[in-house]
């Protein structure tokens, strides 16, 4: 016997909503965000390699095995703080990229702009973490695949639509532009940590932006 199948007076189907999260599942998630506020915060004040489970645990009132049955280890934790910047940077591009009346080398410029300025707010804490949130990404082994190759998919999709407008060199590839420019971003913020330069890291990154943009300009000599 089938199931009859809920349609709309237009004729569409319907399909049921995704089951809501019950109690229990509620009280798990709230207790996962908890550890994860507290060992964010526990990383920009001390450092990853400064901040042991117990320290954790200390800060969440909570004991080592729930830390566990959360996250199997603790690098688990800095591999969902890059999978949320990486998802805050998406929503960026997406933004940005999504203005249609927009240059591509303002799209490009105000991305970055966007992204150091996440920096400037509040430049001691996230010193503490950008390190090592790169040194999570950079030191995977080979095939494993990381948020950032999420990111540089993104980005590479909103280049290659410029191309296709005719505001970047169709001849350039997207995906090795994608991964210039998240490269140029990434070196930019490492210099600030290293204290190269003391100026606006937004105005840093939104200056790299436009000459990275200076090179990929269709008719460029």
Not at 34 to 50: Q, R, S, V, W
Request: glycine share 6%.
């Amino acid at each position: 016997m089938r199931l009859k199948q809920k349609v709309s007076a237009s004729g569409d189907v319907l399909h049921d909503n995704p089951r809501e999260p019950d109690r229990r599942e509620r009280k798990k998630q709230a207790m996962k965000q908890h550890i994860y506020n507290c060992a964010l915060a526990l990383f920009m004040k001390h450092g990853y390699e400064n901040t042991t489970v117990d320290d954790i645990a200390e800060a969440a009132d909570i004991g080592r095995a729930t830390f566990f049955n959360h996250y199997p280890v603790k690098e688990d934790v800095l591999h969902e703080i890059a999978a949320y910047t990486v998802n805050y940077a998406r929503g960026i591009f997406d933004r940005e990229f999504s203005v249609a009346n927009r240059s591509a080398r303002e799209k490009i410029k105000r991305s970055l702009h966007e992204f150091g300025r996440i920096f400037d707010r509040n430049p001691r804490h996230h010193r503490s973490v950008v390190l090592d949130v790169m040194r999570s990404q950079t030191g995977s082994p080979t095939g494993t695949k990381v948020p950032a190759d999420e990111l540089i998919a993104v980005l590479a999709g909103h280049l290659s639509a410029e191309q296709q407008r005719g505001e970047i060199d169709a001849d350039l590839d997207s995906w090795q532009l994608a991964e210039m420019l998240s490269g140029i971003y990434y070196y930019t913020i490492l210099g600030a940590i290293r204290g190269e330069h003391n100026k606006s890291i937004a105005k840093q990154c939104e200056k790299a932006g436009d000459i990275f943009f200076s090179g990929c300009m269709p008719g460029r000599v």
